[in-house]
């Protein structure tokens, strides 16, 4: 009897023991609580308080929104809706109407939420110039839509149309000839192409009578078969095709170019990117030449056969020339001479001009380099990628007889013949200023093979000399030239935008 009351005793005093650690268990438990809540409350403040001298909280509103404007210039529409959550500062900067002024109607959209989302932005963007981007479409739902927006025709600065068929934009054309558009500065049109030929009596020539109304019109973009003359304005002064494709057949492809081309009196921009062959290796002696009077680029991307339009175009303006070659020639060596030919005959003609000089990808002997520079009075730089230049060449820009005296900047890259001593030498002669001859303000090189580093110390003391590209080099953007489909391009101001990036986005 007494062990059981001693046990009794023992358990009585380790309950009560577990009971007042579980009091004390739950004092403590309380009071962790309590000073997680503390830390919370002043971790909360210090966000705030850091939130308030954070550059982003401590910009101007009109800053804020021209970060806003940049990112829906460049394809993000729903900027203002996905920077309103992120704070009242931003919420207030993102009600620019401006901000709202891209609209985008497209296949994909919800049908029973389109009308209401197409309203608010109008309604948000207030008074602002509209960029429309419209997918054609005869559904109910698209042309509520349209006659919602034809009501603020007068608001519109640019549109861009998608269409399945010509017949499609020829309906709709109908439809933009009854009002008028006193902003409207750039029409985008992109169309399908999967071959055969267009449809009788489809050939968009009412786009200029639908636009009639359209003082401000300068640019025209088209992304699909190369327009007719009679379809642009001849005030055009820049014309730019990419990744061509043509409705006639391919010994007329040249023909129909030149025809293009001559329809453009004022042109003063010229650019043709092409992954296809475009022009006969033979255009022809029974075509005419085309002058263009006021031409000052032109900017040829393809194979080296286009070179055959070269001696069709006459100028006596050019001051920038851009060759590139991305398919280089296989076959016999008379018709790379061939080519040579055509590009030595241009230059000698209508080089007198000419300030910039770009070869890439010419595999041309040193021969044909050499008698080129000869022509070239105000060459000012000269860019030679992928395409070799010998050390006579080099030599031929120093001494008394130099070629280029006003050549002031040189960019090689993958010229494998070309040394360093040979640079160096021909820098430091017309560092002196002997002869006349302007000196050489930067070298670029780049993968050339003869260049050795005590070369490039050498020149950088003599000038500035760059081992990598600049962000804006037609390397970094070689991409453009790859599409599936293509794109061709027309404006009349004085520089013709990357459209085709835009109206992707």
């Given at each position: ?96 109407p401006t901000l709202w002024s891209n ?9 029973r939420s389109l009308q209401r989302k ?388």
């Amino acid at each position: 009897m007494a062990d059981d009351d001693k046990a009794h005793t023992a358990i009585s005093f380790h309950e009560a023991a577990v009971t007042a650690i579980e009091a004390q268990k739950e004092r403590l438990v309380r009071q962790v609580t309590l000073l997680q809540s503390r830390r919370a409350y002043h971790l909360s403040a210090i966000r705030y308080y850091k939130g308030l001298i954070t550059l982003a909280r401590r910009l101007p509103p009109e800053v804020l929104t021209y970060i806003f404007q940049i990112c829906v210039d460049l394809g993000y529409p729903r900027t203002p809706l996905n920077v309103s959550g992120v704070c009242s500062e931003w919420r207030k900067a993102a009600l620019a109407p401006t901000l709202w002024s891209n609209i985008v109607v497209d296949p994909d959209s919800e049908e029973r939420s389109l009308q209401r989302k197409i309203k608010f932005r109008l309604d948000r963007s207030g008074l602002a110039p509209l960029s429309i981007s419209l997918s054609l479409s005869r559904s109910a739902v698209f042309m509520n839509v349209l006659a919602m927006l034809m009501q603020h025709t007068h608001r519109w600065a640019s549109l861009y149309l998608t269409a399945e068929s010509l017949e499609e934009v020829d309906h709709f054309l109908g439809i933009f000839g009854r009002a008028s558009f006193p902003l409207l500065s750039n029409i985008g049109l992109r169309l399908p192409f999967t071959g055969g030929e267009v449809p009788l009596g489809v050939d968009l020539q009412e786009l200029p009578l639908a636009f009639g109304d359209a003082p401000r019109l300068n640019r025209l973009s088209f992304h699909a078969t190369i327009p007719q003359r009679g379809l642009l304005y001849e005030s055009l002064s820049s014309l730019k095709i990419t990744s061509l494709i043509l409705t006639t057949t391919p010994r007329h492809h040249d023909v129909e170019l030149l025809r293009l081309f001559a329809s453009l009196p004022l042109l003063q921009t010229l650019i043709l990117k092409s992954k296809i062959s475009i022009v006969d290796g033979d255009i022809g002696t029974t075509v005419e030449p085309v002058h263009l009077s006021q031409l000052r680029k032109l900017d040829i991307t393809g194979e080296m056969e286009m070179l055959n339009l070269l001696p069709f175009i006459q100028t006596e303006t050019l001051s920038h020339l851009h060759l590139r070659a991305v398919v280089h020639v296989s076959g016999e060596e008379q018709v790379q001479d061939s080519l040579a030919d055509c590009l030595r005959g241009f230059i000698a003609t209508q080089g007198h001009a000419l300030e910039y000089l770009e070869l890439h990808g010419f595999y041309l002997s040193a021969v044909h380099m050499s008698s080129y520079f000869t022509h070239l009075p105000n060459l000012r730089e000269l860019q030679l990628h992928d395409s070799d230049i010998s050390d006579e060449a080099i030599r031929l820009f120093s001494g008394p007889d130099a070629c280029c005296p006003k050549l002031s900047k040189l960019d090689f890259r993958w010229c494998g013949q070309v040394t360093g001593k040979a640079m160096v030498s021909m820098v430091q002669n017309r560092l002196r200023g002997s002869h006349n001859l302007h000196s050489i303000d930067e070298v670029t090189l780049i993968h050339c093979s003869f260049v050795q580093e005590a070369d490039v110390l050498d020149l950088a003391a003599l000038t500035i000399c760059r081992l990598v590209g600049k962000p804006d080099d037609y390397c970094h953007c070689i991409e453009l030239i790859i599409d599936d489909e293509g794109i061709a391009n027309a404006c009349n101001s004085g520089k013709c935008l990357e459209w085709a990036d835009e109206f992707e986005s």
